[in-house]
């Protein structure tokens, strides 16, 4: 009996010991799953947030702007061209009906193409000129598309704290902002009102664009990337520059859109203040 008892006692040891190290496997391979699923999530995470991020973003404007740039360059070096040529031939039909009918329609050719070619590649946007570039846009604007822009602004407007990338893109910004109210706001009359903080509201530039059109559903548009797809990128590189953008619409109220771009607060280290 006492060998019998003692052979149970070891049968029950190794049992124990087996049934101890399963137990112990299975919680270390639960953890292990867990963190490697937590590990995947993590990384998935982390490449959505490498795409939307700043980098990615300045990558992918900073093509938009080269070709931009290059689409500039051929209408001025081959289209412009070609209708300058044009108009010399014009010059030797006989017909004077037809000779002044062909020279109307080539002018506006020139003027249409020159107005492209402007507004994908204009002259380079600074600090020192951001104002004066985007009242000139707000007068292109309105020759083209017969709305009234008008351009409000203070005598003096600082824009010494921006960078020359931030300045490039709050003109796009803004440009773009025009560009739906001339294509699909129906329109008779915008303002723009760009202005540096007043009272309590924090120092920096604020720009507010308003209108009197049809007006939109800013929450349906937003996503739909079809008529106000370019409310999209507006929206990206205000998230570049670190400017907050919003955009706000109801049917037959027209469209109101703000944009501030803060003046970026220094940074402390080491005893020394630093200036973004």
Partial sequence: METSAAEVNHLY???????LFFVVFDVVFFVAAVIVVLLLIRFLKSRQKLIVSGGYLRYTI???EEERARIARELHDTIAQDLRYCVGLAEKVQDEELKKELSAL???????????????????????????????????????SGIEFRMVTPSAVKTHFLTEEECLNIYRIVQESLNNISRHADAQEATVLVRNHIGTEENGLYIFITDDGVGFDTSRNYTSGTRHFGLVGMKQRAELIGAKL??????GEGTQVKLIKLVTPPTIKEGIIKFK
């Fill in 246 to 251: 919003d955009v706000s619409s109801e049917y």
């Fill in 62 to 64: 900073r093509g938009q």
């Fill in 106 to 144: 080539i002018s506006k050719s020139v003027k249409d193409v020159r107005a492209m070619s402007y507004n994908l590649a204009p002259p380079d946007v600074t600090k020192k000129n951001l104002v004066v570039s985007i009242m000139n846009l707000c007068q292109n604007f309105q020759e083209q």
């Fill in 13 to 19: 040891d190794i049992i124990h010991t087996y049934t």
